[in-house]
């Protein structure tokens, strides 16, 4: 079965702390695809990144950084110096061929309060 | 390019009413996503489409639940005889062919009195 789960439903920090957001995931498949997506206040969910499982190199964007780590089916997200801009709701997600067909499987989210 | 677009940003309706939502994709993009979100909870996969193959339907949760999608554009969801627990945010995403990652419109919400 595919499963994401977020561990963590809701943090709050004060702006300038950094924070890292876990999502620890599940499935068989071989080759799969894990995703990031925000879904701020507006409610339109803003795709972040993908990763495929067969790079776990790390990736930095600016302030997003995210460590890719198979052996304990990991994908966390640190945001670095944190800005009241990234108050959002955090999405994990992995892609999953399920009954022939290819879907988003989501965790539940992470609510990220950052607070001025 | 313009993103997914959706319609009505936000509906109100009776219980036992009918409804429909209107999602139109990316041009270009053959995938089209339904997704539901309850108030504070992650998103619940309904109905996939890809060109001109059948739907995966297999998220539908009751016969209430119906899509359709002419060819690779416009999309609607139709909820039938609307119930208070369908109340929720409906939300559409696209994908290119050859891509994993999903486009997403910024939802119809639904709120049934």
């Known amino acids: 079965a595919q499963k994401v789960t977020q561990a963590q439903t809701e943090i709050s920090v004060v702006e300038k702390e950094d924070v890292t957001l876990d999502c620890v995931y599940e499935t068989r498949d071989t080759t799969y695809y894990l995703f990031w997506y925000k879904q701020p206040p507006s409610g339109e969910l803003v795709f972040l990144i993908r990763r495929n499982s067969f790079d776990e190199q790390n990736e930095i964007s600016g302030r997003y950084s995210w460590n890719f780590q198979k052996s304990t089916s990991s994908f966390n997200f640190t945001i670095t110096a944190s800005q009241v801009v990234d108050s959002a709701v955090y999405f994990c997600?992995?892609?999953?061929?399920?009954?022939?067909?290819?879907?988003?499987?989501f965790g539940q989210g992470t609510r990220l309060t950052i607070n001025p | 390019g313009a993103g997914v677009s959706q319609s009505p940003s936000n509906k109100v309706t009776e219980k036992g009413k009918d409804v429909e939502l209107r999602c139109d994709p990316i041009?270009?993009?053959?995938?089209l996503y339904w997704y539901r979100q309850r108030l504070g909870q992650g998103l619940e996969f309904l109905i996939y489409f890809q060109g001109n193959s059948a739907p995966d339907k297999s998220g539908l949760p009751s016969d209430r639940f119906s899509a359709e999608r002419t060819g690779e554009s416009v999309s609607t969801l139709t909820i039938q005889r609307t119930q208070q627990e369908d109340s929720a945010v409906y939300l559409c995403a696209s994908r290119r062919p050859g891509g994993r990652e999903q486009y997403f419109g910024p939802g119809t919400r639904l709120t049934v009195t």
């Open positions: 041009s270009g993009h053959t995938a």
């Open positions: 997600a992995l892609s999953a061929i399920i009954q022939g067909a290819q879907k988003l499987v």
